[in-house]
C-alpha cells in the first residue's frame, strides 16, 4: 500500500495524523516545525608560525590587539604541544569558541572564533577550508618571498563565501561515502514552478533516474511544493518527505536553506548510517545559515 501520512504540529504539542491508502510504494511526509538554524563566524586570524597574524577577518564584533592575540595563541600551541605532545585544537568560553588548526607543512595556523553554539566539528571543518584556501593562493609569497604585509592578503575577503560552500560539498561527499547511503544530493531551495503529477508517476522517476537527474530534480520539487502548499493550509510546513519501495527509500529533507535528497539502501540496516546522517544535516543547517549571512551581509 501507498500510504501518505500528514501529521500537524502545533506549537510543539498538538499532533492530528491522516491517511491516505493506494497502492504499491509507500510515501510519508512528516510534517512538525524546524527552529532557524542561527551560526556566526565571528573572527578569522591566520597566523604564522612564529605568531604573525598574517590575516585578520572580524564579522560581528572588534577584536582588541589581534597581534597580541596572536602571539598568545602561538606560544600556547607550543605550550600545549610540548606538555601533552597535542596541541590545542578546540577552546569553548562563555560566549564564544575558538578552533584551531595548523597546517601539516607548518606554513601556518588558521584561528577561528565562532559561536559556541557551532560545536567543534563545525568549526575544525570550516577552519580547515579557510587555511587550506589561504595557503593555496599565497604560499609562494609566505614560504619564499617572506612578505608579512598584511594589505597583501586582504583580498581574501572575497574568497569567504566560496570557502562556505565548499564546505558544504565536503559534508555531503562525506555523507555519500557512508554504506547504504547511494546517493546524496543538496538543492540550493525548491523550485516552485513545477506542476505536481501522479504520484506513482513521480516516484518510478526517482526510483528509475536517480536523485541526480533533471527529471527527478523536478519530481521532488513538485511533490515538495504540494506538500509545502498543503500544510500552509494549517499553518504549518513540511520537514521531511520520505518515498520507498521495497529496495529503495528516498528521503526529502526541507532544510530552512535548502533542499536535501538522499537515496537509501533499504537493503542495509539504518543504523549503520542514520546517526552519521542526522549529524551531516546539522552541519549542514549551519553552514547555510551562515551562507545567508555572508551573502545578505
Not at 198 to 203: C, D, G, K, R
Not at 210 to 222: C, H, L, P, Q, Y
Not at 234 to 257: F, G, H, K, N, W
Amino acid at each position: 500500500t501507498l500510504a501518505l501520512t500528514h501529521t500537524y504540529t502545533y506549537a510543539y504539542t498538538h499532533t492530528h495524523t491522516h491517511t491516505h491508502t493506494h497502492a504499491h510504494t509507500h510515501i510519508y511526509v512528516h510534517i512538525h516545525i524546524r527552529t532557524r538554524a542561527y551560526t556566526m563566524l565571528r573572527t578569522i586570524l591566520v597566523i604564522t608560525k612564529s605568531g604573525i597574524v598574517l590575516y585578520n577577518k572580524e564579522f560581528d564584533r572588534h577584536m582588541g590587539q589581534p597581534r597580541m592575540i596572536g602571539s598568545l595563541l602561538t606560544a600556547m600551541l607550543e605550550l600545549s604541544t610540548k606538555s601533552v605532545g597535542l596541541p590545542v585544537s578546540y577552546m569553548e568560553l562563555s560566549d564564544v569558541a575558538l578552533s584551531l588548526v595548523e597546517d601539516e607543512a607548518d606554513v601556518a595556523t588558521c584561528a577561528l572564533f565562532h559561536d559556541p553554539s557551532d560545536g567543534p566539528e563545525f568549526g575544525r571543518l570550516v577552519a580547515t577550508e579557510i587555511l587550506w584556501s589561504f595557503i593555496q593562493d599565497y604560499r609562494e609569497l609566505i614560504t619564499v618571498h617572506k612578505n608579512y604585509n598584511t594589505k597583501e592578503f586582504v583580498t581574501f575577503n572575497k574568497k569567504i563565501p566560496s570557502i562556505i560552500e565548499n564546505v558544504t560539498k565536503r559534508v555531503v561527499q562525506r555523507m555519500q561515502s557512508q554504506r547504504g547511503v547511494i546517493s546524496a544530493q543538496l538543492l540550493p531551495e525548491v523550485v516552485e514552478d513545477i506542476e505536481l503529477t501522479n504520484p506513482m508517476t513521480i516516484m518510478q522517476g526517482l526510483l528509475e533516474d536517480g536523485s541526480d537527474s533533471v527529471r527527478s530534480i523536478a519530481n521532488i520539487s513538485g511533490i515538495a511544493n504540494a506538500a509545502v502548499d498543503m500544510m500552509g493550509l494549517a499553518d504549518d510546513c513540511p520537514v521531511t518527505i520520505i518515498q520507498e519501495d521495497q529496495s529503495t527509500r528516498i528521503e526529502t529533507m526541507l532544510l530552512p536553506y535548502a533542499t536535501l535528497v538522499l537515496k537509501l539502501d533499504k537493503g542495509i540496516d539504518s543504523s549503520q548510517y542514520r546517526e552519521w546522517v542526522e549529524e551531516s544535516i546539522t552541519l549542514l543547517m549551519k553552514t547555510q545559515a551562515v551562507l545567508d549571512v555572508l551573502r545578505t551581509a
